[in-house]
């Protein structure tokens, strides 16, 4: 794996792109409101010693009402996994575009958007709430902690990270397995 020059960190993704990766969602279930790289670099599997990219991203969100129950007054495990997609596809629309990850750089976001609802795959998914969230604004971070290519199964898995927390003290957090499938390396 080569490395690849990573952008400074800091610029929100752009209105239209955010728009469009969100598309596919109703108006009302649209939870992450913005998007800013905060960190990237290359690294180290912890796992196997290879190297490896990671990205992390800053999330403004809001659930007002549930999208899909009568309003419960907190933050549950449905909300936390639609929000965890958005902060997913949102992160790696960015990483895509300004090729943070080596084994996404051949890729544009015309893939990443051919891409993005059948072949981006939930492979395991931890969840954890700390402490209770209640619905309202509220920050997430996303991360892609290590990228293991699988080319002779056509896959991609990125180990990621996600915590949602409150001003009041809520957090929540995910450790999920993405497989990207129906990849090819450059």
């Not at 728009?19 to 279930?29: E, F, G, I, N, S």
């Not at 933050?75 to 996404?104: H, S």
């Not at 999920?176 to 090819?184: D, F, G, H, R």
Request: aromatic share 10%.
């Amino acid at each position: 794996m080569t490395a690849m020059p990573h952008p400074a960190p800091g610029e929100p993704l752009g209105d239209a792109l955010h728009a469009r990766v969100l598309a596919p969602y109703k108006p009302d279930c649209r939870y992450v409101t913005r998007t800013v790289l905060t960190q990237s670099g290359n690294g180290h599997s912890p796992r196997t010693g290879d190297p490896t990219s990671w990205v992390r991203f800053a999330n403004e969100c809001f659930i007002g009402d549930p999208c899909y129950i009568a309003p419960t007054g907190h933050f549950n495990a449905v909300e936390f996994n639609i929000t965890y997609n958005q902060m997913l596809y949102l992160g790696l629309a960015e990483a895509v575009r300004r090729r943070l990850v080596p084994e996404l750089a051949h890729w544009t976001l015309d893939d990443f958007f051919r891409a993005q609802l059948p072949d981006v795959l939930i492979g395991e998914y931890h969840a954890r709430f700390a402490r209770p969230m209640r619905a309202g604004p509220f920050q997430g971070y996303f991360s892609i902690v290590e990228v293991r290519p699988r080319p002779q199964r056509r896959m991609l898995l990125l180990n990621t990270h996600a915590v949602c927390t409150t001003a009041a003290g809520g957090e929540c957090e995910a450790r999920v397995t993405i497989a990207l499938v129906n990849w090819q390396p450059a």
